[in-house]
């Protein structure tokens, strides 16, 4: 009975050896079939590993340029007019699209050099702010992809959207059964029949790649086709994903490092950072060499390889499907037109995080210790070099800056050179795409710009100086003057290079390039050159290395006073009193104070501001005493205060208008004495809470003024600490607090305190004198202390007056509702001389007309009611356009320009702040024939033929002929046509789609 046990455990023994080893044989054999079958799964991948997918080696799709203004060259594009989508009858889960012959590239012919092209205002229909990213809602519980065969899934209702309104970009969104054919460049969506969308032909065409203003860019870059069909109409899926997909191209200019960032990193980081790695990138005109560059950054933005859709023959279906990605401006986001409200800050932030970068904030060095801050010059070879580069590099030295060159062989490895620069605290350079580097700079860096000879500033603050504003950098834009160009030793000094570069530039921008950007080198200034480092290196130093509030971030200078901003001042101590929740009214019957008696002071910290071309500031915290009939300030100084001027003294006029001599002159001044506890007069009210000394005088009368000079600053201020701060105002203007009563209760839970006429002596735990205002109607956010938007302004403002609409809904074009069109009128000057036929005009169209005439905008909360009721606003360029701060999100402004070459600052005042807060902008201006000047002045007088010599005459002049001095009689049929456009992006056929 054993033998026969042991011989049938043996038996079983050799078996399963037998098995072990069969199997063994046989798991190569099995690998290789999976390897080479549509069954392998794909395994999500690390955040910092990217791996590369491509089923067919891909050919280059690189532009060569070597700086920002580059020519263009021709691009190699995989574009394919003639190929055809795959067959529905032919092509089965088993059967796979054949190869089809790609055709000639397509080369780049346009002559625009794409740092020009940065973003003008809006086109008249910019919906930048429509979200085709809303209706891209994937199922984000799952991360692998998964393969399917012969089945195919119910198809979930469709919901589609596309946006060709923008000058930038075109984008089209689609959700629900999405497939999609790379070699054909095809995306299919099963149409349901209650889609929203759906074009006339059913089909669409987009080029994926945010220049859409330049045509020879845009000829470049593959076409993709997108279908509506039914489900019979198109391919089965052979792979099916459970994640988003978001299509893009990488052709073009993505070589050059500054359109990289512009046209595709910024733009890709605005469209899928929110489904934080959870989105497959789908990537045509694949260039490889750019997708290794950025792989740190693709892997932090997908957790899943990169396709290369030029290259895939596979039929792979989504839940959701973008193509093309949301580019607002050069080397920008606008937080308002942003899905998830992104800013530079938190696009930088990321860039911090992929590349570990250690430094946010550039912090000032000890006078006294041997510390030197850090000056990085960017240096050239070819062109735009430092002639006098030894030179330049020793003058730095001798400033004070410890001096790092950035060669372009280290600019190569990007992922290195990021830590260098973000290890400097200045960084200098000639424009070209080397300063797109500054992404790495640290938060209150100093960036200065050497622009070449040749009219270049325009371009240069445009790439470089405007987006470092909304990054909090410093910006300093040096000037080449015609002694520091090597052009003069080609051409004599009579040649039109240097008395009319209007005429070279006329010749097209090949002229330019080869003169201005490829033809000349820079010698600088040395004593001009240091002169500026000097003035650096002075904001770069700090006495007492141990005060350690926030830094302050410098305004940039006059060359782009739109990013202006005096800084953080409060200490980080006294954040304390934020959490404190505030009331949403004034209260008569509370204030800030607590008892008359003085206390023991705490030690004192100021900070004050004056580098700002459009505001000072002084922030002082510890035992600081205020009397207002005085107009002074006094601030008990600890020995070892961090700040305090030579003579113990600092006048401010807390008015943000400080360019504007003759307006500041009307702004009463305060003055802040820092003294011994001996010197300050004793305390009568002692406050808990900080306060804030601002004027109502000057402009404030005028609504513009009084939100861009008054009611923003001081939101921006102020909202942090909610409600538990003190309101101190200068220039008392009692007519303004009553009618900005609302705002005022819901910053400050305590009664305005009128600064001129209050004779106690009030002490505070600290004191900010001045309001932090960045530009016009506008915050920036990366200079706000609180990362504060428009976006938030607006929000603040419908609660305060309890609006109801955030979003201007399109209508349905089937049913009786109608888009309502406010006309915002004036009586004494700039009116519609024809108001009644623009009224008609507009009803014509389609639209419910809601005239705004000057008595109604006089009651505000009942006005914001109405203004907000809206989804267009049409006005002549004034004051009362100031009401676009109450429209709904995607809402139009029309403004009406008046003539007399007032284009810029019509742009400047509303145009530009309108895309900040998530508006479509149309500028319409007026022609000689719609004035009603023709009436007074005969053809050619200099009103109509030179301009400029009417506005050398002085603002004065201006103001009479051209602001005071007209009425506008508007071309019906052009104004017609301009409102049919507008109409049409207010439709929508089925009201259901949300």
């Known amino acids: 009975m054993k033998m026969g046990r042991r011989n049938d455990k043996g038996k079983r023994l050799v078996g399963r050896a037998i098995a072990r080893a069969i199997v063994w044989l046989m798991l190569p054999v099995l690998v290789f079939l999976v390897l080479n079958s549509d069954y392998m799964p794909q395994v999500p991948l690390q955040a910092t590993t990217l791996y590369l997918v491509a089923h067919a080696p891909p050919s280059s799709a690189s532009s060569e340029k070597t700086a920002v203004h580059g020519t263009p060259s021709p691009a190699t594009s995989k574009q394919t007019p003639g190929e055809a989508p795959p067959s529905p009858a032919t092509l089965t889960s088993d059967q796979t699209p054949g190869e089809a012959v790609h055709g000639p590239p397509s080369p780049a012919t346009s002559d625009q050099t794409p740092v020009m092209a940065v973003d003008a205002p809006p086109s008249p229909v910019a919906s930048r702010d429509e979200k085709p990213g809303d209706i891209v809602g994937a199922n984000k519980s799952q991360g692998e992809l998964t393969r399917q065969g012969d089945t195919e899934a119910t198809a979930p209702r469709s919901k589609s959207i596309c946006d060709f309104s923008s000058e930038r970009t075109d984008i089209c969104a689609m959700q629900g059964d999405v497939r999609m054919h790379g070699k054909s460049a095809t995306v299919y969506i099963v149409l349901a029949s209650d889609d929203s969308y759906r074009p006339e032909n059913g089909t669409v065409k987009i080029r994926p790649y945010p220049r859409k203003s330049e045509e020879g860019t845009m000829h470049s870059i593959r076409e993709v086709t997108i279908r509506w069909s039914g489900l019979e109409d198109v391919p089965r899926c052979t792979v099916t994903h459970d994640v988003p997909a978001v299509v893009f191209s990488t052709g073009a200019y993505l070589d050059n490092f500054f359109h990289a960032m512009t046209d595709g990193i910024i733009p890709l980081f605005n469209t899928v950072r929110e489904y934080e790695g959870r989105v497959q990138l789908v990537v045509t005109d694949y260039n490889r060499k750019w997708v290794d560059k950025f792989q740190g950054i693709l892997g932090a933005l997908s957790i899943y390889p990169v396709i290369d859709f030029d290259a895939d023959d596979k039929v792979r279906c989504f839940p959701s499907v973008q193509v093309g990605t949301e580019g607002h401006k050069e080397m920008g986001i606008i937080p308002a037109l942003s899905r998830k409200g992104y800013t530079m800050t938190d696009f930088r932030a990321f860039l911090r995080s992929v590349y570990s970068l250690k430094r946010e904030w550039s912090v000032p060095v000890n006078r006294t210790s041997s510390d030197r801050p850090r000056l990085l010059m960017v240096l050239r070879r070819n062109s735009r070099a430092f002639a006098n580069e030894a030179e330049a590099v020793s003058a730095a030295t001798e400033v004070g800056f410890e001096v790092v060159l950035g060669a372009p062989e280290a600019l190569s490895d990007m992922a290195r050179f990021a830590e260098v620069v973000n290890s400097c605290d200045v960084m200098v350079g000639v424009h070209g795409a080397g300063l797109t580097n500054l992404v790495f700079l640290p938060r209150n860096a100093t960036l200065v710009q050497i622009v070449p000879w040749g009219g270049m500033s325009w371009g240069s603050n445009a790439a470089f100086g405007a987006p470092s504003a909304d990054m909090g950098l410093r910006y300093v834009q040096y000037e080449t003057t015609a002694e520091e160009t090597t052009l003069k030793y080609k051409y004599p000094k009579e040649h039109a290079i240097f008395t009319d570069v209007a005429s070279i530039k006329r010749q097209g921008y090949g002229a330019t390039w080869e003169l201005f950007l490829n033809g000349q080198n820079i010698t600088l200034d040395i004593d001009r050159y240091k002169g500026v480092l000097q003035k650096i290196y002075q904001d770069s130093i700090l006495v007492d290395p141990s005060f350690d509030s926030d830094p302050v971030v410098e305004a940039s200078p006059s060359h782009a006073s739109s990013g202006e901003t005096p800084g953080d001042v409060h200490d980080a101590n006294n954040r304390d009193l934020q959490n404190e929740k505030g009331f949403q009214a004034i209260n008569a019957g509370v204030d800030a104070s607590l008892i008359k008696s003085d206390v023991a002071a705490p030690r004192s910290k100021s900070i004050c501001d004056f580098s700002s071309e459009r505001t000072d500031i002084c922030a002082m915290q510890g035992d600081v005493r205020m009397h207002g009939k005085s107009a002074t300030v006094y601030v008990v100084s600890a020995s070892d205060d961090s700040y305090r001027p030579e003579n113990g003294t600092v006048k401010i006029r807390p008015y943000p208008r400080k360019s504007e001599e003759g307006t500041m002159h009307s702004v ?225 402004l029309v403004q009406i320009v008046p003539w007399g070459g007032m284009s810029w600052g019509s742009n400047a005042a509303f145009g530009a702040p309108s895309a900040d807060m998530g508006l479509r902008y149309v500028q319409y201006e007026t022609t000689a024939e719609e004035t009603t000047l023709k009436y007074k002045y005969p053809k050619e007088h200099a009103i109509f033929t030179d301009v400029a010599s009417i506005k050398r005459q002085g603002y004065h002049v201006t103001w009479e002929l051209f602001l005071n001095g007209q009425n506008i009689t508007l071309d019906i049929d052009r104004y017609k046509g301009v409102l049919q456009k507008i109409y049409q992006d207010s439709i929508l056929v089925d009201p259901s789609f949300n």
């Open 668 to 892: 009463r001044e305060v003055t802040i004495r820092w003294s011994g506890p001996e010197d300050a007069p004793r305390c009568t009210v002692t406050h808990d809470v900080p306060a804030v000394v601002f004027s109502t005088g000057a402009y404030l009368d005028n609504f513009f003024h009084a939100m861009t000079d008054g009611i923003i600053p001081l939101f921006n201020t102020v909202r942090e600490y909610e409600g538990r701060v003190q309101l101190v105002v200068t220039d008392y203007n009692r007519k303004w607090v009553d009618k900005f009563q609302g705002i005022l209760g819901a910053l400050s839970m305590y009664p305005v305190i009128d600064f001129d006429a209050d004779d106690t002596v009030r002490c505070f735990p600290s004191v900010h004198v001045g309001t932090k205002g960045h530009k016009e109607m506008g915050i920036i956010p990366a200079l706000s202390r609180k990362g504060y938007t428009m976006t938030d302004f607006r929000a603040f403002l419908r609660s305060v007056y309890s609006l109801k609409r955030e979003w201007s809904v399109p209508v349905n074009r089937t049913s009786g509702d109608r888009p309502r069109l406010l006309m915002v009128l004036r009586r004494n000057s700039r009116a519609f001389a024809n108001e009644a036929e623009a009224v008609s005009a507009a009803t014509e169209v389609g639209f419910e007309v809601v005239l705004g005439a000057p008595e109604a905008l006089s009651d505000m909360a009942r006005f914001a009611e109405v203004v907000n009721s809206c989804d267009v606003m049409v006005g002549v360029h004034g004051a009362g356009l100031t009401n676009l701060v109450f429209l709904p999100h995607n809402a139009t």
